[in-house]
Every structure is written in structure tokens, then in C-alpha cells.
């Protein structure tokens, strides 16, 4: 796997390596999250429709629902930080940088650099709205 390289040009947006790689590392999971998301709305009660029961013998204390739903609100902070993120950029952008992103197209056949701009400021935002920074 080739390595992600920083635009360093703007010093504003320049993240420390381990920001960086969590950012683009969260856009990359974009997908799973949106799925397992949509797994969870889908099927609210995976532990029983909703029937008190015990489960074993033993004093382990569980809170599935509880579980199921924390899961489910920091999917969706993670799902909107990205979101937003990607709002900043122009749209004839979003291809490219995603494209660069997720699937990592080089970028050579794009029509000019001015994608790379746009991805540093996209991951800096990611990185700003997931609390990384």
C-alpha cells in the first residue's frame, strides 16, 4: 500500500501524523458504519424483544440495550462529523477525494490538483468535528 502524504503548503491545515491517519482512517470506515447504523434502527432489540430474562446463573451484570444504543449514537456523531466535513467541499470535489480516499485512486487522472487542496481542509474538518484535534 502506497503512503498518504500530507499537503504541507497549508501550514493551517498540516495535522500531527496520528490526527491524519484516525481522520482518513474514519472516512475509510465510512461505509460499515452507515451499514451496521442501519442494522441497529433496523432491529431495535437484538437482545429479546424486549423480554426480561436471565440469561445464565452468575452475578454478571448486562446492559444490552444500553450497549446497543451508545453504539448506535457514536455511529451517528461519527456518520454526521463526516457529513459535515464533506459539506465544505465543492461538489465537483467530492468524487475525487473520496475516490482518493476510500477506493485509493492515485489521483493521475483527475483533471487538476486542485482536489488535494480540498482533501487537506475535508480531513482537517473530519479530524475538528471528531474531536481529534
Excluded at 433496523?42 to 423480554?51: I, M, N, R, T
Excluded at 444490552?64 to 457529513?83: G, S, T, Y
Excluded at 464533506?86 to 475516490?99: E, K, N
Aim: aromatic fraction near 12%; proline fraction near 5%; charged fraction near 25%.
Amino acid at each position: 500500500m502506497a503512503r498518504e502524504w500530507q499537503q504541507t503548503r497549508m501550514k493551517e491545515y498540516v495535522l500531527p501524523d496520528a490526527v491524519y491517519y484516525q481522520s482518513l482512517w474514519a472516512v475509510r470506515d465510512y461505509e460499515r458504519m452507515c451499514y451496521r447504523l442501519h442494522q441497529l434502527e433496523d432491529e431495535p432489540d437484538l437482545y429479546g424483544g424486549g423480554l426480561i430474562r436471565e440469561i445464565e446463573s452468575g452475578y454478571h451484570v448486562g446492559r444490552p440495550v444500553e450497549n446497543q444504543a451508545m453504539e448506535a449514537a457514536i455511529l451517528k456523531e461519527r456518520i454526521e462529523a463526516i457529513n459535515n466535513a464533506l459539506l465544505i467541499v465543492p461538489p465537483r470535489y467530492r468524487s475525487y477525494i473520496i475516490s482518493n480516499i476510500v477506493l485509493k485512486n492515485q489521483g493521475n487522472a483527475f483533471p487538476n490538483k486542485t482536489w488535494r487542496f480540498w482533501k487537506q481542509k475535508f480531513l482537517y474538518q473530519v479530524a475538528r468535528n471528531l474531536c481529534i484535534l
